[in-house]
């Protein structure tokens, strides 16, 4: 692959779990340079969580290896090269949001002015100056997790990692927090993954979707999306977002328009 | 907190309580010795004060240096457990059945193992008492952590210490002061009883025995309120404590 060196490889790794029993994650290759927006999507239980986690040194690949900026994802996670915000706020209770946000960059040792001028930039970003006393429980759940964004942004990771995020939310809030994020992503010059089993979220977010077939677990076919930016709501109304939204539903079905790897149809069963 | 209005209703019950009971004794004409009336219990308790709340200090300072002892070691044990979960879960079945067994039932034998005027003797049990609930709900706090919570640690490359500092501990302290509610009851009971066995005469639970063996209820019901009251301003006072240190909780309607 030629241009800029890749933030993540992810170099033929396999995830079985229970001692082998359980194919998880069968030879995925996949290659996400600087700038990139990538999602993962693909049905319950294809592994996408999985993959993520393993960029992010959470669990191991029984096979293979993950690369992120040049090291071992182990001394990524090591140098806090990234930031992750999961289906789920996990906020802590006893911390207020100016608390939650401020955690990293307690952790990684700043300064106390440092840290609180930090925390109010990204109370900003998120819309959420003003609120910074309030405890998680006085917080909607769409205001929770853009407390969590927040969080992950802190320290400024080049690379976030997102896993569902927005997935237990209505559909109101997830379409406004996907402008939310683009926006974001767009100020702030990340690399993102971003794990979802919502393909309208992934065509409307991503520069490229990586399609998953069912366990074990592959990449089936990569997808660009040629959307222009900046995306807007009338982005979602737009005949080329159909279009997107249609190949990756035929990708994810195994019947791609696109000739499809072999194998992909017999992971259905 | 509710204000002074909230607590009407619960004062007009117990007023209701009081009269019910000195009328009742009016009406069938109990005999004192099988239930006094509240007017002369509480001419007892003014007239016997000096004794009864020397007495109910006395009991006082065995309870709250059992509940130290006791909840001080079930931190522990729990923060042991916790980090070496192997050996937590080896020692799990026997702290469940431990804590099954009646140890009031010990009284007689550490008034032998410590002296029987030793407060030593009274404030074993009552730590053996506190232990197994501050234990066991401290354990249950410390490793009810959502695993989420212990991966987003992990992605800051936090080590164990930290994720028991930043984590663990803050997650399992409403659980920690639910049992020290609990414990500072049973460190009370487990002072009075022990005093039940044998003690020093200035105990509360020793004046208590004397006086009902002497046929002097109205002392006895005294003392009685001794104990109730310290009892209760011990558990509002750990309550106090709790509103303080977890003002971030989330309150329900009260």
């Given at each position: 692959?030629?241009g800029?060196?890749?933030v993540?490889?992810?170099r033929?790794?396999s995830?079985?779990?229970?001692?082998?029993?359980?194919?998880?994650l069968?030879?995925i290759?996949l290659?996400?340079?600087?700038?990139?927006?990538v999602?993962?999507i693909?049905?319950?239980g294809c592994?996408?969580?999985?993959?993520?986690?393993?960029v992010g040194?959470l669990?191991?690949?029984t096979?293979?290896?993950?690369?992120v900026n040049?090291k071992?994802?182990?001394q990524a996670?090591r140098?806090?090269?990234y930031g992750?915000v999961f289906?789920d706020?996990?906020?802590y209770?006893?911390?207020?949001?100016?608390k939650?946000?401020s955690l990293?960059?307690?952790?990684?040792?700043?300064?106390?002015?440092k840290?609180?001028?930090r925390v109010?930039e990204?109370l900003?970003?998120?819309?959420l100056?003003?609120f910074?006393?309030?405890?998680?429980w006085?917080?909607?759940?769409g205001m929770q997790q853009r407390?969590?964004?927040a969080?992950?942004?802190?320290?400024s990771?080049?690379?976030?990692?997102?896993d569902?995020p927005?997935?237990?939310?209505?559909?109101?809030?997830r379409?406004?927090?996907?402008?939310?994020l683009?926006r974001i992503w767009?100020?702030?010059?990340?690399t993102v993954v971003?794990?979802?089993?919502s393909?309208?979220?992934?065509v409307?977010?991503?520069?490229?979707?990586?399609?998953m077939?069912p366990?074990p677990g592959r990449?089936a076919q990569v997808?660009?999306?040629?959307?222009?930016h900046?995306r807007t709501?009338?982005?979602r109304e737009e005949?080329?977002?159909?279009?997107?939204?249609t190949?990756?539903?035929?990708?994810?079905?195994g019947?791609?328009a696109?000739?499809?790897?072999?194998r992909?149809?017999e992971?259905?069963? | 907190?509710?204000g002074a209005r909230g607590w009407?209703p619960a004062?007009a019950?117990?007023?209701?309580g009081i009269?019910?009971w000195e009328g009742y004794i009016?009406a069938?004409?109990?005999?004192?010795?099988?239930?006094p009336?509240?007017t002369?219990i509480?001419?007892?308790?003014?007239?016997?004060?000096?004794?009864l709340?020397?007495?109910?200090w006395?009991?006082?300072?065995?309870a709250?240096?059992?509940f130290a002892?006791g909840?001080?070691?079930g931190?522990?044990?729990?923060?042991v457990?916790?980090?070496?979960?192997?050996?937590?879960?080896?020692?799990?079945?026997y702290?469940?059945?431990a804590n099954?067994?009646?140890?009031?039932?010990?009284?007689?034998?550490?008034?032998?193992?410590?002296g029987?005027?030793?407060p030593?003797?009274?404030?074993?049990?009552?730590a053996?008492?506190?232990?197994f609930?501050?234990?066991?709900n401290?354990l249950?706090?410390?490793t009810?952590?959502?695993?989420q919570?212990i991966?987003?640690?992990?992605?800051?490359?936090?080590?164990?210490?930290?994720i028991f500092?930043?984590?663990?501990?803050?997650?399992?302290?409403p659980?920690?002061?639910a049992?020290?509610k609990?414990?500072?009851?049973?460190a009370m009971?487990?002072a009075v009883v022990g005093?039940?066995?044998?003690?020093s005469?200035e105990?509360l639970g020793v004046q208590?025995?004397?006086?009902a063996?002497l046929f002097r209820?109205?002392t006895a019901w005294a003392?009685?309120l001794?104990?109730?009251i310290?009892?209760?301003?011990f558990?509002?006072?750990?309550?106090a404590?709790?509103?303080v240190?977890?003002?971030?909780e989330r309150?329900?309607?009260?």
């Open positions: 692959m030629s800029p060196e890749p993540v490889s992810i033929t790794v995830k079985s779990f229970v001692q082998g029993q359980v194919q998880a069968q030879e290759d290659e996400i340079r600087p700038r990139e927006f999602s993962l693909g049905p319950s592994g996408k969580s999985t993959l993520l986690r393993i040194d669990i191991q690949p096979q293979g290896d993950v690369v040049g071992t994802a182990q996670r140098d806090r090269d992750i289906q706020a996990v906020l209770d006893w911390r207020t949001v100016a939650n946000i990293p960059l307690e952790m990684a040792k700043w300064d106390r002015a840290r609180q001028a109010g990204m900003e970003l998120v819309e100056t003003g910074e006393d309030r405890y998680p006085q917080l909607s759940g407390v969590s964004i969080r992950a942004l802190s320290f990771p080049e690379l976030l990692l997102m569902e927005f997935g237990a939310l209505d559909e109101m809030t379409e406004r927090l996907n402008g939310e683009l767009d100020d702030t010059g990340s971003f794990v979802t089993h393909i309208a979220e992934a409307f977010l991503s520069t490229r979707v990586a399609v077939s366990r990449i997808i660009d999306i040629d959307l222009p900046p709501q009338a982005t005949p080329r977002f159909f279009e997107l939204v190949e990756v539903r035929e990708a994810l079905h019947g791609s696109r000739p499809a790897p072999a992909t149809a992971a259905d069963r | 907190m509710r009407v004062l019950v117990f007023v209701l009269l019910l009016a069938f004409d109990v005999q004192r010795f099988l239930l009336r509240p002369d509480v001419q007892t308790f003014w007239n016997e004060r000096d004794v709340w020397g007495a109910g006395f009991t006082f300072k065995e709250l240096g059992g002892i909840s001080a070691a931190v522990l044990a729990a923060l457990c916790a980090r070496w979960r192997p050996l937590g879960r080896a020692l799990m079945p702290m469940i059945a099954a067994i009646p140890i009031i039932a010990f009284a007689p034998i550490t008034n032998q193992w410590f029987l005027l030793n030593l003797s009274k404030m074993v049990i009552a053996v008492l506190c232990f609930p501050v234990m066991v401290t249950r706090g410390l009810s952590v959502r695993p919570s991966e987003l640690m992990r992605s800051y490359a936090a080590g164990e210490a930290t500092r930043r984590v663990r501990i803050p997650n399992s302290l659980y920690l002061f049992a020290l609990v414990a500072s009851v049973l009971i487990g005093e039940y066995f044998g003690g005469q105990a208590i025995r004397n006086s063996a209820f109205e003392a009685i001794v104990a109730s310290l009892g209760i301003a558990y509002l006072a750990i309550t404590v709790e509103r240190a977890l003002r971030w309150r329900g309607i009260e």
